[in-house]
């Protein structure tokens, strides 16, 4: 009906045609737009949880860091003592070397006296 009416009122068939055309591409293009935005969505949400799962694995990291920090600064404390009773151990066996040092001589002497 619409392309009679621009058919009496002048319009080439063609015209009419011409505009059924750009009609059905604008349709065309719209629905094209709506599915670009649909997957546009689609990927700002995926891209939502990436970001959101690398801010966990971020702060995950960062915990993780200060753990080690912490156990670094226990190990150092530890090595600090293992090293203070080596050498206490080492002062003391050296004291019992020496009595034992001691003894073994005053024995040979009380030998020779006897």
Do not use: F
């Not at 319009?11 to 094209?32: H, R, T």
């Not at 993780?64 to 002062?91: F, I, P, R």
């Amino acid at each position: 009906m619409e392309n009679q009416t621009h058919n009496t009122l002048g319009a080439s068939p063609c015209e009419a045609e011409l505009q059924e055309l750009m009609g059905q591409i604008d349709i065309m293009v719209n629905n094209k737009k709506l599915d670009w935005e649909r997957k546009m969505r689609a990927l700002e949400t995926r891209l939502d949880l990436w970001d959101q799962e690398l801010a966990n694995a971020q702060t995950c990291l960062e915990q993780k860091g200060q753990e080690v920090g912490l156990l670094q600064q226990k190990l150092d404390s530890l090595e600090k003592c293992n090293l203070a009773m080596t050498q206490n151990d080492e002062g003391q066996l050296q004291t019992l070397k020496a009595q034992v040092k001691k003894l073994l001589q005053k024995k040979k002497k009380k030998r020779k006296i006897l």
